[in-house]
C-alpha cells in the first residue's frame, strides 16, 4: 500500500482488520485448552512402512492416531539428518550440509515462542539424541531473533552418560557454599569487568535451576539406559523429567537412532519399535499429570523416510527420491484436535513450525509454510 | 619441539620481502603478554600454556614462540583433534586404527603433508561408517572436502553415487571407478584447497578471510600442501590475529574441557577426561550451568594445588596472579580492590577466588 493510496478509509479499515484481527487471536489464545506442546522429531529416517505401514511395531503412535490425527503423507525433502529436522522447526526448506555444525539463518519456532509470547528459557527445552551438531536447533543467527531467545537444549546421550557420571562420582559434587560465602562470591564476579555482557540464554536465575537439574538429572536412572536406541531413549526420558519438572509450554525431541538403517534393517525396524515404547512411557506420564493431562499436545513427525530398496548391506540408505523417501507420517494427539481423523491430502513437514506456533498463541512470520489442515475438532 | 618443516621461506614465494626473521613487512614483532600468549597457545595447541611455558614465554617474541610451535607434533595433534571434530569423527566414531593415530607424528617428521593426512582421515573404517551408504557418503564429501551444495550439483551427486557403487565416471571433471577414487579426486580439486584454508583461517582467526587473500592462499596451498604451516605463521602474525586477540573469541567446548584442566591442574587432561566433559557440555545450546557445575566439581576435589590461606602472605599478589594466569591479563585497581576485600573475609576460601575467576563469562573467552 503506497503513501497516496492510505487515505482515511482504508487508514481505518486496515486498522480495524488489524484490530480484529488481535482480538481474535487473543480470543483465540485465551480460549486455548493446549497449554503445552510436545514435537517429537521421529528422526534418523523413518518410513511410513516401519511406523504405520506395520501397525504392530508402532502401537502407542497408533494409539495416538486414534485419539487424534494422523497425517498419511507429509511432504519431506531430503536435506540431510540435520537440514530436514531444521526445517521442522523453521518452517522453511533449506539445504544444510549434514556434518554442518553452524546455526541456521532462519529463526526456530522456539524464537517464535519465546519472543512472541516473552517466555523465559525454563519455558523452552529440546532434549536431543544427536551430540553437538542438534544444540545448533536452539536458535538462528538471525539479527531479531537468536540466542537470547533461545531454547535450552540437553543432549541426553551427552550429557547423561555413565562415563560422565563416572567422573563426578570420582571427583565428587561441588561443595554447598554458606550464605556469606555466596554472597562473598558474587560480589567478587560482579566485580570483574573485562567481559562485554551479551544478551545470554539463560539469566542467572534459569542458569542455577538448569545446573540443579543437570545434577539432579545425573544421579537418576537416565545414565544407565542402554540398547541400540539408548541415545533417543535418553532424550524421550530427559524431556519427560523436563515436562513434569517446569512444565515448559514447548519441549522438542529430536530422535536420531533409526539412522542405524544403513547397515542394519532389523536394527532401525527394532529402534522404531523401542522409541514407540519411550513415547508411550511419555504419554504415561503426561496423562498421570493433572497439570499436563488435559492442556498437552504431543506432535510426531520424521523428517524424512528412507529408500524403497535395500542396498547391498541389506540396509536403507536415504537418496533413491522415492515416495517411500519423500512422504512420511505424522500424527498430532491433543486436548482441542479431532478424534480419529485420517488425513489422505498432502501437507509439508515444514508445516509443523506454524502449526505448533499457532497452538502456542503466537506466528512464525518468517515460516515459507502453513498451518497443518483440519487439525481442530 | 622444533619446526621440522621450513616456514621462513613462504614470504619470498608469495612475493614480500622477508625480514631477517622471516616476518613479513606487515607482521611487527611484539612481545608476548600474558593475553597474547594464552591466545597462542589455545589456538596452536588447543590449551592455554602450562605454568613454566607461562615463565618460559611470558615478553618473547612471538614469531620465536610461533618457530617452536609450528610443526610440532603437539600443534599436529590439536590440528588432527579439530579435523576429526570437524567431520564429527567423535566419540563412537573416533578413528583408533594405527594410520590415523600416526599422523600428528608423522606430519611432524615431514611424512605427511596436511592433504596427505586427510585422505588418510577419509579413508579410516570410522569415516566410513560415520557416512555409511553411497548418498550420505558422496554427500559428506562434496560438501566438507570442496564445499559444493549437493542440491545445487545434483549430478556430481548421482556420478559420485554410481562410482561409489562400482560404476564409472566423470567426477568432478576426473574419472573415478570406486569409492577410493571419490575421496583422491575431491581432495586433489582446487575447491578443496579454498575450502581448507577457508575454514582453517576462520578457525584460528575467527572470520572469513579476505577473498583476495585467500585464493592466494588457496592457490599456494593448493600447488604445495606442506605450505600450511608457513601459511599460518604467516595469519598468526597478521594484523588481523592482532584484532581477534584484542576483540576475544569464545571459548569452544572442547578448548574449555583442556583450559580447565591446564588452568586447575597445571595437566592437560587425557584423552578420556576431555573427551568426556567435552561431549557432555557440547550437549547444551547453553553450556555455561554445566561449565559453572564442572569447575566447581574440579575446584572441590581436592586435586587442585590450592595454598592455605594463612600461608598466602600478600593477598593482592595472589589475587593478581590468578587474574593473569586464568584471564591472561592483570586486574584493574576496582577489581583487585573488590576482590581483596572479600579475601580479608574469613568466608572466603582461596576456592571462593577461583570459583569467582572461572565461573564468570571472562573466563570463556580468549
Known amino acids: 500500500m503506497s503513501f497516496e493510496a492510505l487515505n482515511r478509509r482504508t487508514f481505518l479499515g486496515a486498522t480495524a482488520a488489524t484490530l480484529a484481527l488481535s482480538a481474535g487471536l487473543g480470543a483465540q489464545s485465551a480460549e486455548r485448552k493446549t497449554k503445552h506442546v510436545v514435537l517429537i522429531g521421529f528422526a534418523g529416517g523413518v518410513r511410513t512402512r516401519e511406523t504405520f505401514g506395520s501397525p504392530s511395531n508402532v502401537p502407542n503412535l497408533v494409539s495416538l492416531a486414534k485419539e487424534g490425527v494422523l497425517y498419511k503423507r507429509v511432504k519431506s525433502s531430503n536435506l540431510g539428518h540435520y537440514g530436514a529436522a531444521l526445517s521442522l522447526f523453521t518452517g522453511v526448506a533449506e539445504p544444510r550440509g549434514i556434518r554442518e555444525n553452524g546455526r541456521g539463518e532462519e529463526p526456530t519456532l522456539f524464537e517464535y515462542a519465546r519472543k512472541g509470547l516473552g517466555?523465559?528459557?525454563?519455558?523452552?527445552?529440546?532434549?536431543?539424541?544427536?551430540?553437538?551438531?542438534?544444540?545448533?536447533?536452539?536458535?538462528?543467527?538471525?539479527?531479531?531473533?537468536?540466542?537470547?531467545?533461545?531454547?535450552?537444549?540437553?543432549?541426553?546421550?551427552?550429557?547423561?552418560?555413565?562415563?560422565?557420571?563416572?567422573?563426578?562420582?570420582?571427583?565428587?559434587?561441588?561443595?554447598?557454599?554458606?550464605?556469606?560465602?555466596?554472597?562473598?562470591?558474587?560480589?567478587?564476579?560482579?566485580?570483574?569487568?573485562?567481559?562485554?555482557?551479551?544478551?545470554?540464554?539463560?539469566?542467572?536465575?534459569?542458569?542455577?535451576?538448569?545446573?540443579?537439574?543437570?545434577?539432579?538429572?545425573?544421579?537418576?536412572?537416565?545414565?544407565?539406559?542402554?540398547?541400540?536406541?539408548?541415545?533417543?531413549?535418553?532424550?524421550?526420558?530427559?524431556?519427560?523429567?523436563?515436562?513434569?519438572?517446569?512444565?515448559?509450554?514447548?519441549?522438542?525431541?529430536?530422535?536420531?537412532?533409526?539412522?542405524?538403517a544403513h547397515g542394519n534393517f532389523n536394527g532401525y525396524a527394532d529402534v522404531v519399535r523401542q522409541n514407540d515404547a519411550a513415547i508411550g512411557d511419555l504419554m504415561k506420564a503426561i496423562r498421570a499429570d493433572p497439570a499436563l493431562r488435559d492442556s498437552t499436545a504431543v506432535i510426531a513427525c520424521p523428517e524424512f523416510g528412507r529408500d524403497r530398496d535395500l542396498n547391498s548391506r541389506r540396509g536403507l540408505d536415504h537418496g533413491d527420491g522415492s515416495e517411500d523417501l519423500e512422504f512420511v507420517s505424522a500424527v498430532a494427539w491433543g486436548p482441542e484436535f479431532a478424534r480419529d481423523r485420517v488425513i489422505e491430502d498432502d501437507v509439508r513437514a515444514v508445516d509443523l513450525c506454524p502449526t505448533v506456533c499457532q497452538l502456542l498463541g503466537t506466528t512464525a512470520p518468517r515460516a515459507k509454510a502453513k498451518a497443518l489442515p483440519r487439525l481442530y475438532a | 619441539m622444533a619446526p621440522s618443516s621450513s616456514w621462513t621461506s613462504s614470504a619470498t614465494q608469495a612475493g614480500q620481502a622477508p625480514l631477517d626473521d622471516g616476518r613479513t613487512q606487515a607482521s611487527p614483532a611484539r612481545a608476548l603478554d600474558a593475553a597474547t600468549l594464552r591466545s597462542v597457545f589455545c589456538d596452536l595447541l588447543g590449551r592455554p600454556p602450562f605454568a613454566a611455558e607461562r615463565e618460559r614465554w611470558l615478553g618473547q617474541a612471538r614469531h620465536t614462540l610461533l618457530d617452536a610451535l609450528l610443526g610440532s607434533e603437539p600443534f599436529w595433534s590439536q590440528w588432527l583433534e579439530e579435523q576429526l571434530y570437524y567431520f564429527f569423527l567423535i566419540d563412537n566414531f573416533r578413528p583408533e586404527s594405527e594410520r590415523v593415530l600416526a599422523i600428528p607424528a608423522d606430519l611432524a617428521a615431514g611424512k605427511l603433508d596436511p592433504r596427505e593426512a586427510t585422505h588418510r582421515i577419509a579413508l579410516s573404517p570410522s569415516f566410513d561408517q560415520r557416512n555409511p551408504g553411497a548418498d550420505t557418503f558422496v554427500t559428506v564429501v562434496l560438501e566438507q572436502f570442496t564445499g559444493i551444495t549437493v542440491q545445487k550439483n545434483v549430478r556430481e551427486l548421482e556420478v559420485g553415487k554410481a562410482i561409489y557403487d562400482g560404476a564409472g565416471g566423470t567426477f568432478l571433471g576426473k574419472v573415478g571407478k570406486r569409492q577410493a577414487d571419490i575421496v583422491d579426486i575431491a581432495l586433489h580439486h582446487k575447491a578443496f584447497a579454498e575450502t581448507f584454508v577457508a575454514r582453517e583461517y576462520e578457525r584460528l582467526l575467527g572470520e572469513s578471510a579476505p577473498a583476495k587473500e585467500r585464493a592466494e592462499w588457496a592457490r599456494r596451498f593448493h600447488q604445495t600442501p606442506r605450505e600450511y604451516g608457513a601459511i599460518v605463521r604467516e595469519w598468526l602474525l597478521s594484523e588481523a590475529w592482532d584484532r581477534r586477540a584484542a576483540r576475544k573469541r569464545p571459548v569452544?567446548?572442547?578448548?574449555?574441557?583442556?583450559?580447565?584442566?591446564?588452568?586447575?591442574?597445571?595437566?592437560?587432561?587425557?584423552?578420556?577426561?576431555?573427551?568426556?566433559?567435552?561431549?557432555?557440555?557440547?550437549?547444551?545450546?547453553?553450556?555455561?550451568?554445566?561449565?559453572?557445575?564442572?569447575?566447581?566439581?574440579?575446584?572441590?576435589?581436592?586435586?587442585?594445588?590450592?595454598?592455605?590461606?594463612?600461608?598466602?602472605?600478600?593477598?593482592?599478589?595472589?589475587?593478581?596472579?590468578?587474574?593473569?594466569?586464568?584471564?591472561?591479563?592483570?586486574?584493574?585497581?576496582?577489581?583487585?580492590?573488590?576482590?581483596?576485600?572479600?579475601?580479608?573475609?574469613?568466608?572466603?576460601?582461596?576456592?571462593?577466588?577461583?570459583?569467582a575467576l572461572v565461573t564468570h563469562a571472562e573466563y570463556q573467552l580468549y
Open chain 2, 252 to 355: 569452544s567446548n572442547r578448548l574449555f574441557a583442556r583450559a580447565l584442566y591446564v588452568d586447575l591442574l597445571d595437566r592437560a587432561p587425557d584423552e578420556a577426561e576431555a573427551r568426556r566433559l567435552r561431549t557432555a557440555l557440547d550437549g547444551m545450546s547453553d553450556a555455561g550451568p554445566l561449565r559453572s557445575v564442572f569447575a566447581r566439581v574440579l575446584i572441590d576435589s581436592g586435586m587442585v594445588a590450592l595454598p592455605d590461606k594463612k600461608s598466602i602472605r600478600d593477598p593482592r599478589a595472589w589475587i593478581a596472579q590468578r587474574f593473569e594466569a586464568l584471564l591472561g591479563r592483570a586486574p584493574s585497581a576496582q577489581e583487585l580492590e573488590a576482590f581483596a576485600a572479600a579475601f580479608a573475609d574469613e568466608a572466603c576460601r582461596p576456592a571462593t577466588v577461583l570459583y
Open chain 1, 119 to 260: 517466555l523465559a528459557a525454563k519455558d523452552v527445552w529440546i532434549a536431543t539424541s544427536g551430540g553437538a551438531q542438534q544444540t545448533n536447533y536452539s536458535y538462528s543467527t538471525h539479527a531479531d531473533y537468536g540466542e537470547r531467545y533461545g531454547a535450552n537444549t540437553v543432549d541426553g546421550d551427552g550429557l547423561f552418560n555413565a562415563e560422565f557420571k563416572s567422573i563426578l562420582e570420582t571427583l565428587g559434587r561441588p561443595k554447598k557454599l554458606d550464605e556469606r560465602e555466596a554472597e562473598l562470591l558474587a560480589k567478587m564476579r560482579a566485580s570483574i569487568g573485562g567481559a562485554d555482557p551479551k544478551a545470554a540464554l539463560n539469566n542467572a536465575e534459569s542458569a542455577a535451576q538448569v545446573e540443579r537439574f543437570i545434577l539432579d538429572e545425573l544421579t537418576g536412572g537416565t545414565a544407565s539406559l542402554r540398547g541400540p536406541n539408548a541415545a533417543d531413549a535418553k532424550a524421550i526420558r530427559v524431556a519427560r523429567n523436563l515436562l513434569v519438572l517446569f512444565k515448559p509450554r514447548l519441549v522438542a525431541i529430536v530422535l536420531q537412532s533409526a539412522d542405524i
